[in-house]
């Protein structure tokens, strides 16, 4: 099936450090999620946008849903040590019950 | 806060064995799916119910079958587990009428021998 490019693909970042990922589609999506998943669990829900253009915080985290509907950011500021793990992007149009997933970027953080 | 359980977080299964994986989600959703996850290949949608008795093949369908039989439960089942079925299975729900984020059990790790 259809995947979306999450890049980067692994992130080796200084505990402190912001973090940037993204994710772009060759297709409109109506919804952009973005989950963490920890190792041996499954994904939790951090985000949600509806909106293109729409700038959505949750704590350290902020994602934008970008205003041609092809793509999504994610950034963490100020890193900490629970923050590793991977994380993933998936997109959907109204239209398809499936989520279009990402490959998922892998966060670790350096001792 | 959505909660949805899996029956199991770990299982191992011999070859051939019939295997049953569970789903409950407490949120009255009408949506319910299950995926595989692999490294290196994300996650796969194997199926999918948009509501009780209802099912939709996703894009890795072969070798399982689904059942929905209560809204709130989801059945996976491998008619004849092979050891290419050895995976990380998650189960998802959400509402049928919006707002369409999915949320996840936390995953059954199965392992065929």
């Known amino acids: 099936g259809q995947q979306l490019n999450q890049s980067p693909q692994s992130m080796f970042i200084q505990e402190g450090e912001d973090v940037s990922m993204n994710c772009t589609s060759s297709s409109i999506f109506n919804t952009w999620l973005w989950y963490k998943q920890d190792p041996g669990e499954g994904p939790v829900l951090l985000i949600a946008?509806?909106?293109a253009g729409e700038l959505t915080s949750n704590g350290r985290l902020t994602a934008q849903f970008g205003i041609t509907r092809k793509d999504s950011f994610l950034n963490i500021s100020a890193s900490i040590p629970s923050d590793v793990g991977i994380y993933f992007c998936?997109?959907?149009?109204?239209?398809?019950?499936?989520?279009?997933w990402g490959a998922g970027t892998k966060l670790i953080i350096k001792p | 806060d959505v909660k949805v359980t899996q029956s199991s977080r770990y299982l191992v299964k011999r070859t051939g064995e019939k295997v049953f994986l569970e789903c409950v989600q407490d949120m009255d959703h009408e949506n319910m799916f299950w995926y595989r996850q692999d490294p290196g290949l994300g996650l796969r949608l194997i199926y999918f119910s948009y509501d009780v008795k209802m099912k939709e093949k996703g894009d890795i369908p072969e070798g399982y079958s689904v059942s929905r039989e209560k809204k709130e439960r989801f059945s996976l089942i491998l008619e004849s587990a092979s050891t290419n079925q050895t995976s990380m299975y998650l189960c998802?729900?959400?509402?049928?009428?919006?707002?369409?984020?999915?949320?996840f059990g936390p995953g059954t790790r199965l392992t065929v021998t």
């Open positions: 946008l509806y909106k």
């Open positions: 998802a729900s959400r509402s049928g009428v919006g707002p369409y984020e999915q949320y």
């Open positions: 998936a997109g959907q149009n109204r239209s398809n019950y499936q989520l279009i």
